[in-house]
């Protein structure tokens, strides 16, 4: 008797499953994804007041709020948050994001446009997603010689890219030894840009990671939300497997908050890569803590975001997922239940070999060249990322549970005269859906 391998098995099972949660998901007219913005010429370019020195994370406090870290100026601001157009649609998404996906091509030449500058001199340093009209939030920063300046940039799906506004009057809070006297690593990347790492807000409290310049270097500042006058520092400490050493050092790069019997704790993902999580109930003022290390999740990689969320398995059962972004690396599925059973556990006390990994279960998919991820709505992750034919920064979207887009691959599916046999019907309505999805719905196969 045949049987289709367990992999094929997987695939058709996944392939169902998000069938399934696309159902209902609105076909755009267009053709094809939002033509490039023609370049505009440097020598007429206006450049534009931009109001923070270098932001270098963001977050939502609320659906009305932005927070933004400003890394040289060692300073959090809340920003208003308003209403664009996407929550005003009649026919917005009931995901609780814009219809269809975000599908921005030459995106560096349009935020150079805006931000009066050439895309050499654009760098893209955070994205978050509003929670309700689904636009992207970016941080952008535009740099000339040694002077730096950035700004927030909202770019909805539409590509109509737009500053956000900065009132003099924002609230704010300075964070304790967040400024100083820095240097540059290699002589070329200022340690300033890692004064803010991640921001993250819980039940009430807004929590920072960064490099501080106090004489304990790797810092976890908290203060409330709506942003509060005192700010508690609690210094952080962690052994790194692969460097067989404690870490003080070393700022945690992405952060989320995982519950685990009932207690919430902080999972932190530092550089090359150690897995670490500690009970938030440690995070106090004057602390000193030392993290639990549970993975070593690969050698030579900077994590770059941390989301947790819940998508479905293969046989579409809801499954709780811990989702790593990598630089270096493939970027990273794990469990969520292996997360909490690793944090139950002793952790990793002991050295362990450059080669291996113990990676709780984590399944690496095929995202690359990608430079932020933020999550978009229930069936989407928004993905900054490099194209890598041209080398453009693009704002695009990818299926959850599926992490791959059908249009960046010339497959035998795509030549003409191809059939679908009968057993390959699965396969077609997955990559019809797909390709509606990815904004080509003339390229549907009947």
């Known amino acids: 008797m045949n049987r289709k391998p367990k992999a094929q098995e997987a695939l058709v099972g996944l392939m169902i499953c998000t069938l399934a949660l696309a159902c209902g998901k609105r076909q755009t007219e267009a053709e094809d994804p939002v033509e490039s913005a023609e370049p505009a010429a440097p020598a007429e370019a206006e450049a534009a007041s931009l109001p923070f020195g270098s932001v270098t994370a963001l977050a939502f406090g609320d659906a009305d709020t932005l927070l933004v870290a400003d890394s040289h100026r060692g300073r959090v601001y809340a920003l208003p948050a308003p209403a664009g157009p996407a929550a005003e649609a009649d026919d917005a998404d009931d995901a609780g994001g814009a219809p269809g996906g975000f599908q921005l091509r030459d995106l560096d030449t349009r935020l150079a446009e805006l931000l009066g ?59 304790p030894s967040a400024t100083g006297e ?48 005192a700010v508690a520092t609690t210094t952080v400490e962690i052994f790194h497997g692969i460097h067989d050493q404690q870490e003080t050092r070393a700022p945690i790069r992405a952060m989320a908050v995982v519950d685990v019997d009932g207690t919430d704790h902080l999972v932190a993902a530092y550089t090359c890569t150690p897995l670490v999580v500690f009970p938030l109930s440690g995070i106090v003022d004057g602390a000193h803590v030392t993290g639990k290390t549970i ?130 019907q699965p396969i077609r309505q997955f990559q019809n859906m797909m390709k509606v999805d990815e904004g080509y719905p003339g390229h549907v196969r009947e």
């Open 117 to 175: 500058t050439t895309p050499p001199q654009v760098r893209v340093h955070d994205m978050v997603v509003h929670p309700t009209t689904g636009e992207a939030y970016l941080a952008v920063a535009r740099s000339g010689g040694e002077e730096v300046a950035s700004a927030v940039v909202i770019a909805p799906p539409s590509g109509e890219l737009r500053l956000l506004a900065s009132p003099e009057d924002a609230p704010s809070v300075v964070l």
């Open 182 to 229: 820095g240097f540059a690593f290699y002589g070329y990347f200022p340690s300033q840009d890692l004064t803010f790492t991640d921001l993250l807000v819980h039940e009430g409290k807004l929590y920072v990671a960064g490099l501080s310049h106090a004489e304990f270097d790797s810092t976890l500042w908290s203060t409330t939300f709506p942003l509060g006058e």
């Open 295 to 424: 993975g070593e999740m690969g050698y030579g990689n900077t994590p770059s975001d941390m989301l947790v969320y819940t998508t479905q398995d293969a046989q579409q059962q809801p499954m709780e997922v811990l989702f790593l972004q990598n630089a270096d690396r493939a970027a990273q599925v794990v469990p969520l239940a292996a997360v909490r059973e690793a944090a139950r556990g002793e952790g990793i006390t002991e050295s362990v070999p450059l080669n291996e990994q113990a990676s709780l279960g984590a399944s690496s998919i095929p995202m690359t060249n990608v430079l932020e991820v933020a999550d978009q709505d229930p069936r989407h992750l928004a993905v900054l990322r490099r194209d890598a034919r041209e080398g453009d920064l693009e704002l695009i979207s990818y299926l959850k549970g599926v992490y791959f887009r059908l249009s960046d691959f010339q497959s035998e599916y795509e030549i003409p005269g191809y059939t679908y046999a009968e057993a390959q």
